[in-house]
């Protein structure tokens, strides 16, 4: 078995937020010419020693997944306009236009789940479109910093996962 030879890039993605209502509210987040990231650690191996030789390693406490991604800055709070959509940090920290979402969390912080929708350009049939979960996402800082060509917003975070999970589907 080879591993997949189509590479993926910012043009294949796009993220998308959902609350935790039965019918979950949606934002896709506009993160052209933006970034996405997130690093999964897994459980550290802690050495055992037995008078100072190293004999053993036993594991380490579980670690969150993590997250942070980066996007132009359009508004900070969301728009007073019948209709317009929920400002992205106002609808990752449930506040102000946000404040009526449902938490994915039914006891704790507000949390959403971030889903990573990869698309890909190619029929093939060994390559699928691909969907990652990072659920009960908590967005621990906002950033906005003023650029030359644009400002831009940074947010980071944790999800209450130690593993993102992943669904395949067909490529169209």
Known sequence: MTDN??????QNGTLEMQDGAGTPSE???PVDEGDFEYTVRPREAIPIYNRG????FTQGPENA??????????????RTLTGAPIAVAEFGSGVGSGSSLTSTLT?????????WHIAVNCTAAEDQ??????????????????????NTIRSSGKSLTTW????????T
Request: charged share 20%; net charge negative.
């Open 5 to 10: 030879a189509i590479t993926k890039n910012l």
């Open 27 to 29: 934002l896709t987040v």
């Open 53 to 56: 030789v190293l004999t053993s």
């Open 65 to 78: 997944v993590t997250f942070s991604f980066s996007m132009k800055f359009r508004e900070w709070g969301s």
């Open 107 to 115: 006891c704790g912080p507000f949390c959403v789940d971030l889903i």
């Open 129 to 150: 479109n691909e969907d990652v979960t990072l659920p009960d996402s908590h967005f621990d800082e906002w950033s906005v910093a003023e650029g030359a060509e644009y």
């Open 164 to 171: 993102p999970t992943s669904v395949r589907s067909a490529a």
